[in-house]
């Protein structure tokens, strides 16, 4: 007997529409019509878990998937997306073919917010063997870069403007700057917080019962016991990494500073049902946990008039209970007058704690330069300090101490522009949002908008083409893509300019003693990307091209000029045609 189609089970036909590509379900359901009669809403629902992980907020989709299939449009949701997955990736490819328009491409691709990252992943995961694989990985990551960055700086602006922001959240908010492709965004730091305190939970079967005091203890000793605060005691206390939360909590060591200690703590300890804040103590955080209303902290009902109860504790360093008195004895000590002492002992707001957070990450870095520590190189340091030190400088922007005073934050611009104008071109238009109108009525508004103008219209010129067909132009030897070393600073980097003799002004000639080189003046100079991301102009003279292995950072930051490395000819595979046609 011959079976067709139609006589196989409901569920095998099911399975099968499950299987197959989502463009051909419209094929598949005209050859055989009962493809028809199975619920489409289901089907569609699967095909959105599974082709797209992360949507944008106003989706709610945890609460669409809790829903009855049919109660939403799971098809248009699916070809809303799809649609936008075909338009992300036209943007992106616009973005490789030419240097021109970059910004303009990557703010069409952030309007679709945090739908976007599925698609950059993607990208971002291309193959090695892609024909530009560098370029692909560079400008996907850049975006994606930006992506996270507007979700951080919209959660810390909403702190500015006096709307509620839990403090996993605005902590988190700093991971965002350093988190490319790992795990860490904000629903995931909410998400890990959920088990651990389910851990706590399946542990401690008895902890519903118990007082506010002893539920407090037992959530400190699963933290410190799971590595989820402190810092190891062999490693340096500022480190960098000790100031993220969303590392803090996926690190197999402890490397969570007092504030991000007391940050999981608080956060977990709410999921118990405890009132617990950080305090805004001098040079250590510590949690304050609050007694119930009409309740001690051991849990036993008050007498009316009676003073609420709190506790504090210290989940840096220990699980026990830490003595007001012991507080107060150090605020002494530090010479903080008495009527000061329950500022400093009270609990301090989000605001405060995102302030403190950057100030620890400026240190980390001003710590780490000074001490001339080179133990974690430009290729594996993770987080980067770029990133990072970009993040306390939008943090500390946003929310400075006095919110009223116009100039508050100013100080911090030219070093953000800075930033923005070497690494984070993609941002132009997060600091039109969010940076600008912090300043209305003062010159510093003025400022910005013609830096950001200035910035715009260097995007959108074309570049000037530099063919090699000129007699002048024969006298450069190297070439755009060429890896060398520095003969003097040993440093590596790769060629992507070149002028046939300096270009430079007669003042920065003379400050680098460009006349008192062999070749002087009249010699080749190359435009050079460094391995430790700065960009420098450099003699022909100081080029050495002999082989050596290139450092795994330079291969990583080629990808803004080069496609890809070709290991025959040792060489980057240019990316900027349109400016060096014959390189």
């Known amino acids: 007997m011959t079976m067709i189609l139609t006589d196989l089970p409901t569920e095998i036909l099911y399975q099968i529409l499950l299987s197959v590509p989502p463009a051909s379900i419209p094929t598949l359901q005209q050859v ?20 797209f992980k992360y949507w944008r907020p106003e989706h ?67 193959r090695d063997d892609a024909e530009d694989v560098l370029a692909r990985r560079y400008y996907s990551d850049a975006v994606l870069g930006a992506v996270h960055r507007i979700r951080a700086i919209e959660e810390w602006s909403k702190l500015r403007e006096g709307q509620p922001v839990p403090l996993e959240r605005a902590l988190a908010a700093f991971d965002q700057f350093v988190l490319h492709d790992r795990d860490g965004d904000l629903e995931e730091t909410s998400t890990r917080l959920d088990d651990v305190a389910e851990s706590i939970r399946f542990q401690n079967r008895e902890i519903s019962e ?59 300890a ?4 405890l009132a ?12 304050i946990v609050m007694a119930p209303e009409g309740y001690d902290i051991e849990g036993r009902p008050l007498s009316d008039g009676s003073e609420a109860q709190q506790i504090y504790m210290d989940p840096f360093r220990s699980d026990k209970v830490v003595s007001k008195s012991d507080l107060v004895a150090q605020l002494k000590a530090m010479g903080i007058a ?17 302030r403190r957070t950057a100030r620890n990450i400026i240190t980390s870095i001003q710590s780490t330069r000074h001490n001339h520590d080179l133990s974690i190189s430009a290729e594996t340091a993770y987080p980067e300090s770029d990133g990072a030190l970009y ?155 002999s082989q050596f292995d290139v450092s795994t950072s330079l291969m990583s930051l080629a990808g803004r000029h080069f496609k890809r490395w070709d290991e025959p000819s040792r060489m980057f595979i240019s990316n900027i045609k349109d400016e060096y046609p014959d390189d």
């Not at 055989?32 to 082709?51: E, T, V, Y």
């Open 32 to 51: 055989c019509h009962k493809f028809n009669d199975l619920s489409q809403p289901l089907i569609w629902r699967h095909h959105c878990q599974k082709h």
């Open 391 to 545: 993040s306390a400088l939008w943090a500390l922007l946003l929310l400075p101490e006095e919110i009223a005073a116009r100039s508050a934050g100013a100080r911090y611009l030219p070093y953000m522009l800075d930033h923005v104008e070497k690494q984070f071109l993609m941002d132009i238009s997060l600091i039109e949002k969010f940076a600008i109108p912090l300043f209305e009525g003062s010159h510093h508004n003025e400022q910005l908008r013609n830096t950001i103008r200035v910035i715009r219209a260097g995007d959108l010129m074309p570049k000037t083409v530099k063919p090699r067909n000129s007699e002048t132009s024969q006298s450069v030897h190297f070439k755009v893509g060429q890896v060398f070393r520095h003969r003097r600073y040993t440093y590596q980097g790769v060629i992507t300019g070149w002028d046939v003799e300096c270009a430079a002004a007669e003042s920065w000639m003379s400050q680098m003693g460009v006349d008192r080189l062999s070749r002087g003046r009249h010699q080749s100079f190359y435009h050079v990307l460094v391995e430790d991301k700065s960009v420098r102009y450099v003699a022909e003279e100081n080029i050495d091209d």
């Open 60 to 126: 709610d989709i945890q609460t669409n998937y809790a829903q009855a299939p049919a109660k939403v449009d799971w098809k248009r949701l699916f070809q809303t997306r799809h649609l936008g997955d075909r338009k992300i990736s036209q943007r992106l490819e616009n973005i490789l073919s030419s240097q021109t328009g970059r910004i303009e491409q990557s703010e069409n691709i952030l309007e679709y917010g945090y739908n976007a990252k599925d698609t950059l992943l993607r990208h971002l995961h291309v």
């Open 210 to 268: 118990v007082s506010p005091q002893e539920k407090a203890v037992l959530i400190a000793k699963y933290l410190l016991s799971n590595k989820l605060t402190g810092v190891e005691a062999d490693t340096e206390y500022h480190n960098l990494q000790n100031s993220f939360i969303a590392l803090a909590l996926r690190s197999d060591e402890r490397a969570a500073l007092p504030l991000i200690s007391v940050g999981v703590f608080c956060a977990v």
């Open 270 to 273: 709410k999921r118990f049902g």
């Open 276 to 287: 617990a804040e950080p305090c805004g103590f001098p040079f250590h955080i510590y949690a």
């Open 338 to 354: 008495s009527i000061e002492h329950e500022a400093h002992l009270g609990a301090a707001s989000t605001a405060d704690m995102v």
